[in-house]
């Protein structure tokens, strides 16, 4: 499916985050001829957890432990957010396709329909979500089976810290203690970076050694939380392997940027993606034009050859500002492609709190593109822009993934939704 | 704790006090209920006036800044970068304001010259093609938090005492001279008295609250100004818009960067001064006419001062004199108290001479003032930061081998340990607020997203740090930086600021604490 018969795709997907890459699933999944394009460079932020919902921030916030009576307390208060065009069936039904992709790449996740899981993070945090990696998830488990769970860090790997972790959880769960170790055959670099770590730990004896130098601090913790270095390719074997040697469970805890999780989902989903039939160009789009039929054009360069692409439908997921997918233009916000009309703050003024962390979250981060039910961008007079452009995650208006906990849960369900309109041919 | 003279406020005033005093041989102790500088002097625009700003308004003030900026510039030279200044008039500026301009200079001794618009061009190429009308003055740009240190080193070697985080909250007063200071320590929440023969109240927009606690009201305005840093260093002089005194009319350099500015906001308390998004806009809209590559040049901070206004007659802003008010309170019923108050950080010294004077004379010392034929010593202890902030104390470059915390500005953990153990030394807290008053940590591009980070989880390591203190220190710590970055966000920067929250809310929800998921395994 990869060259479409008439030269012209069914989708061009544009954009590389979650919102994309679930996109260009969906589409292959249903037959569909499709391209993605975009950097994936902000995957090499993802913690790997894949969140639903779970905060309705405001001046107190509310937490969910179950993601659908957030979803249904949140619509009350806030009807235009994006979960309002997509049933719980959908939201479910996306996550499934999108999983179920994912674990043929080698990713699994651990889940519970109605409940929201923890996870650790580095500032010693808990962070809700709601699919964990099964890298993660002896993590989650000790969280609520309290049970005695030790944290390592590694020496010379800065923004990990253990006491950080176990001195700031310690009130939340008390039977936790923390270690730091010396990674072997590293233990004089000033600077170690968790991808290079991961590399290491591909080669057995280096993770025989590591298993070895945990081992000798383990006694009296039942589980053991290590930074996310375990293999970039390898992770679940590496895991059990080292599980095996020192007799205890293991989780990981995502990191910050680049992170080794994120590393993982990109290189997976590149891998799989030739097979499942999506074609991927890693460029930035910068305009899309139209040809007579109403199809999408644009050009993307391969080698020294500059090659037309045509496409019947696009989904636009290309996210926010760091994504691009918005801008500044004469002081106000619009959408970067097509000049879509963005709904937000007025002016720069109303854009942020004082407060950086204020739970009501800020302004600008409510801002983005209106659709239609089946996320159709809006223009200007509330038309349909294009029978035939769609968009999915960050990009939409109504929304704060980031204080909402709900990134994925957005980008899949919209991504979901919008390719399950798509007619082919039509 | 016992002394002759208690300084009260530690700017440029309080400092330059407490070194003339010293310098007469008068024992004296010096509070600041922060830190050095942490008021109008650590948030101005660090323009040595030549005076020309304000011959017009107030020539008394004119001849004071034109006599000490020359007098400074002899005696503290390495506190100021001589950069000399312009005038600028643009189309549509006041033609008479132009046309008297030269002699109102003159008639003030405010050395004045005409510039051929190629000319200036040549000098300064960042200026607008509108410029209808150059003149050359004697401007200068000045370190205040330099001025500052030295002015304390100085002092100290000469008996002078500091005691920062020190707040003065009362004064006991007996039959109308007051007996003693009550002071609290703002870190420890401590209280202890200080007993002087003099009290000096050098708090500039806090000398009202101050006097009032002696029941000594100064009626005054408080007028903010703020203030943006350019990314680069735009011009090579001070650059003034020629036209009477309003916003936005000044650009000085300083270092590697340039200083736009300012406003004139009037305020009703003191609480979280701070330049908002308006302001910078029309800073840099109104600086725009003068130099255009102010509308498309980055810039790193806003922040902002106040000045204190006292109030004379009827009026308000910037129609006020801003010449420096020095009260002896003896109408108040007070015999041992006094208040400066205002003027510029230009004619500081002058201030502080005027002042000491009036103790000395109380306390029958008639030791000349030093200050006005003595060079300024420099000292190893002031070293440039960013205006709006304390001063930076320690500088040093990283060793190898030494892990980096903050990767932008490299500060490593061998200078973190170096600063954790001068704050121990000092009695202070080594927490992530003092150490990054101390160092550039989180000061370049990245506001503090991963080295506050990394800075905490070093500290936690360390065992300076416990509990969740962690989670409510990184929100103090990047909140100070979102501070003077947030009225800045127009345009690119809303990228980093996405990606910090990203991090920072999305990642790690940093904007709770963990009690908001207790009991999360209750629910059903
Ligand atoms: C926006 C702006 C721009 C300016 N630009 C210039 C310029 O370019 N050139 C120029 O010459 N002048 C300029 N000025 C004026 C100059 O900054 C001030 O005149 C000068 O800094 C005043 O110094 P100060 O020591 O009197 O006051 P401050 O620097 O305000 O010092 C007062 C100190 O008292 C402390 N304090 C207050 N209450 C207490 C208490 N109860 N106990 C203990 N301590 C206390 C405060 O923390 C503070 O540190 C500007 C002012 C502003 C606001």
Redesign the pocket.
């Known amino acids: 499916m990869t060259n479409p018969d008439n030269g012209i795709y069914n989708v061009a997907v544009i954009g590389a985050g979650t919102a994309g890459t679930a996109a260009s699933i969906f589409a292959s999944q249903r037959g569909l001829s499709t391209i993605q394009l975009g950097r994936p460079s902000e995957m090499s932020f993802a913690s790997g957890c894949l969140d639903l919902f779970s905060i309705i921030p405001g001046e107190t916030p509310k937490f969910f432990a179950n993601p659908w009576k957030g979803i249904e307390s949140l619509l009350d208060r806030n009807p235009e957010h994006p979960f309002s065009k997509v049933s719980q069936k959908e939201i479910k039904a996306g996550f499934d396709a999108f999983s179920r992709f994912m674990e043929t790449c080698g990713i699994q996740y651990t889940k519970e329909n109605d409940a929201n899981r923890f996870i650790i993070t580095p500032a010693g945090t808990l962070k809700p979500t709601w699919h964990v990696p099964s890298s993660m998830s002896a993590g989650s488990a000790a969280l609520k089976r309290k049970k005695k769970i030790l944290i390592t860090g590694i020496k010379g790997l800065k923004g990990f810290g253990a006491d950080q972790m176990a001195s700031t959880l310690k009130s939340f769960h008390p039977d936790i203690r923390a270690v730091t170790v010396q990674f072997p055959g590293r233990e004089k670099a000033g600077d170690l970076m968790c991808e290079r770590l991961a590399w290491d730990l591909e080669t057995p004896h280096v993770l025989e050694k590591f298993a070895a130098v945990l081992a000798s601090h383990t006694c009296g913790a039942e589980t053991v939380g290590l930074p996310a270095i375990l293999g970039v390719h390898r992770f679940v074997e590496l895991k059990e392997k080292i599980e095996s040697i020192i007799k205890k469970q293991v989780f990981e805890i995502p990191t910050l940027a680049p992170s080794v999780t994120g590393l993982r989902m990109k290189e997976a989903f590149l891998a799989a993606a030739p097979e499942a039939g999506i074609k991927t160009c890693s460029q930035s789009v910068k305009k899309i034009d139209m040809d007579t039929e109403g199809n999408f054009v644009f050009h993307i360069t391969q080698g020294l050859e500059k090659e037309r692409i045509t496409a019947e439908h696009v989904v636009l997921a290309t996210g926010r500002f760091m994504g691009r997918g918005l801008c500044i233009k004469d002081g106000r916000i619009r959408e970067a492609l097509f000049d879509l009309p963005v709904t937000g703050p007025d002016s720069r003024s109303l854009w942020y709190e004082r407060d950086f962390f204020d739970a009501k979250g800020h302004g600008v981060n409510r801002a983005g593109i209106e659709t239609d039910p089946c996320f159709r961008p809006l223009d200007a007079n509330g038309d349909v822009f294009h029978p035939r452009l769609f968009a999915a995650g960050g990009i939409l208006a109504h929304q704060d993934w980031k204080r909402e906990k709900s990134g994925s849960g957005i980008s899949i369900s919209s991504a979901f939704k919008a390719v399950s309109s798509i007619r082919k041919g039509s | 704790m016992e002394t002759e003279v208690l300084i009260?406020?530690?700017?440029?005033?309080?400092?330059?006090i407490a070194r003339d005093l010293a310098l007469r041989g008068i024992d004296c102790i010096l509070?600041?209920?922060?830190?050095?500088?942490?008021?109008?002097?650590?948030?101005?625009?660090?323009?040595?006036?030549s005076g020309a700003r304000y011959i017009f308004k107030d020539g008394e003030t004119a001849a004071e800044?034109a006599e000490e900026g020359a007098l400074l510039k002899k005696l503290a030279p390495h506190c100021i970068e001589d950069t000399g200044g312009l005038f600028v008039a643009v189309e549509g500026d006041d033609e008479k304001y132009i046309a008297d301009f030269p002699g109102m200079c003159e008639k003030y001794g405010i050395p004045v010259k005409p510039v051929s618009y190629a000319e200036a061009l040549e000098k300064e190429p960042c200026l607008s093609e509108k410029a209808i009308s150059v003149f050359s003055v004697q401007d200068a740009s000045?370190d205040?938090f330099m001025l500052?240190l030295d002015n304390l080193a100085d002092a100290e070697s000469h008996g002078a005492k500091l005691l920062r985080n020190?707040?003065?909250?009362g004064f006991e007063i007996r039959k109308g001279t007051i007996a003693c200071a009550r002071?609290r320590d703002i870190r420890t929440g401590n209280t202890f008295f200080i007993d002087a023969v003099q009290y000096i109240n050098?708090?500039?927009?806090?000398?009202d609250?101050?006097a009032r606690?002696a029941d000594a009201a100064i009626p005054m305005i408080y007028?903010?100004?703020?203030?943006v840093i350019t990314q680069d260093r735009i011009s090579r002089r001070v650059i003034n818009r020629l036209r009477k005194a309003s916003d936005a009319d000044?650009i000085?350099p300083g270092g590697t960067v340039s200083i736009a500015?300012?406003?004139s906001v009037e305020i009703d308390h003191l609480d979280d001064i701070r330049a908002t998004a308006e302001e910078v806009d029309h800073i840099i809209k109104e600086g725009a006419a003068m130099v255009p590559e102010l509308s498309t040049t980055r810039f790193i901070r806003a922040y902002?001062?106040?000045?204190?206004l006292v109030k004379k007659e009827n009026g308000s802003g910037r129609s006020i004199s801003?010449n420096?008010t020095l009260l002896d309170h003896l109408a108040d019923g007070l015999d041992n108290f006094i208040t400066?108050?205002?003027?510029?950080?230009?004619?500081?010294r002058l201030?502080a001479e005027k002042t000491a004077d009036m103790a000395a004379d109380r306390l029958k010392n008639d030791n000349p003032c030093l200050t006005s034929t003595r060079p300024l010593p420099k000292s190893a202890k002031g070293e440039w930061t960013e205006p709006g902030k304390s001063p930076k104390i320690w500088s040093s470059s990283p060793t190898a081998g030494d892990t980096l915390i903050c990767e932008c500005e490299m500060v490593s953990e061998s200078m973190v340990d170096r600063i954790v153990e001068a704050l121990k030394a000092e009695g202070a807290a080594p927490d992530l607020e003092e150490v990054g008053n101390r160092s550039r940590i989180g000061k370049g591009p990245c506001q503090g997203t991963f080295c506050s980070f990394r800075l905490a989880a070093y500290l936690y390591g360390k065992g300076e740090l416990s509990d969740d203190q962690g989670i409510f220190q990184v929100r103090q710590f990047v909140n100070e930086r979102w501070k003077g970055f947030e009225p800045l966000v127009r345009d690119k920067e809303l990228m980093r600021v996405e990606l910090q929250e990203s991090f920072l809310c999305g990642l790690f929800s940093m904007e709770h604490s963990n009690e908001l998921m207790k009991g999360y395994d209750d629910e059903p």
């Open positions: 009260i406020g530690g700017g440029t005033t309080g400092t330059g509070l600041e209920q922060s830190d050095i500088n942490s008021g109008a002097s650590g948030g101005n625009h660090g323009l040595l006036h800044c000045i205040p500052s020190s707040r003065v909250t002071v050098a708090t500039g927009a806090w000398a609250t101050v606690m007028s903010k100004g703020s203030l000044i000085t500015g300012t406003t902002a001062g106040v000045r204190p801003r420096y400066i108050t205002g003027g510029k950080l230009t004619t500081y201030m």
